[in-house]
Each structure stands twice: as C-alpha cells, then as structure tokens.
C-alpha cells in the first residue's frame, strides 16, 4: 500500500521559512517522480495546485512560476524522504501541503490530481 506522510507545517509570520518533510513507504519511491502541491483555503475539492516535482533521480527539480526562487524541492532515496524548503513565505502561499508520487515526470495547471498523495501538513503564514 502506498503511503505518503508528511509533515514540518506551522505557523509562520510573512518572511520565514519551513522545510516540509515526506516520508515515502509502499512503493520503490526511487523510481518514482515526486511532486508537492497545495489547496488553498476554500479550494475545496477543486484539485491541487502543483507547486515542485523532482525527477526518480533527483536531478530535474522543475517550479511552478508561484514558488519559483523561494522553494527548492530535494529527495532521499535511501531514506525514502522527500522535502520541500521554501522561505519568503506569504499570506497566499496559506494552505494544506501534500506530497504526490507519480509515473511521469511532467508540469501541471490547475487542477492537479495526483495519482497518488499523503493527507497533508497545513502551512499558515500570518502577522
């Protein structure tokens, strides 16, 4: 059964920082191309935002244009792990966090369904 738990969501003032944690179990999660995503307040059921995907290798780290120069996505095969930094968080950067284990390498529009995702770590960034 695949799994993916995830964890390191808080609370943080506009400005910090928070590194986002994922721990992978089920699957051989080093052939496997793993993304982050988000749902912002309200979103619903209406899909996920796909934020950062990084290649079986760990190698192809790969933005979308919301993140882009403050969230660097990076991977552990050896542990399983995979993690998300991102720093001059915002009010709109609020939200549930999942990470996501796909076949294929690959950019998203909204709505993102991943094939596979964890429950989630929510992120608050509030004054």
């Known amino acids: 059964e695949v799994q993916l738990v995830e964890s390191g969501g808080g609370l943080v003032q506009p400005g910090g920082s928070l590194t986002l944690s994922c721990a992978a179990s089920?699957?051989?999660?080093?052939?496997?191309?793993m993304n982050w995503a988000r749902q912002a307040p309200g979103k619903g059921d209406k899909g996920l935002e796909w934020i950062a995907g990084i290649n079986a290798a760990g190698v192809t780290p790969a933005y979308a244009d919301s993140v882009q120069g403050r969230a660097t996505i990076s991977r552990n095969n050896r542990k399983n792990e995979l993690r998300l930094e991102l720093k001059n968080l915002q009010p709109e950067d609020t939200g549930i966090y999942y990470c996501?284990?796909?076949?294929?390498?690959?950019?998203?529009?909204?709505?993102?369904?991943?094939?596979?995702r964890g429950q989630g770590t929510q992120v608050a960034v509030s004054s």
């Open positions: 996501a284990a796909e076949s294929f390498f690959a950019t998203y529009t909204e709505p993102y369904y991943p094939e596979y």
């Open positions: 089920g699957f051989d999660f080093s052939r496997r191309v």
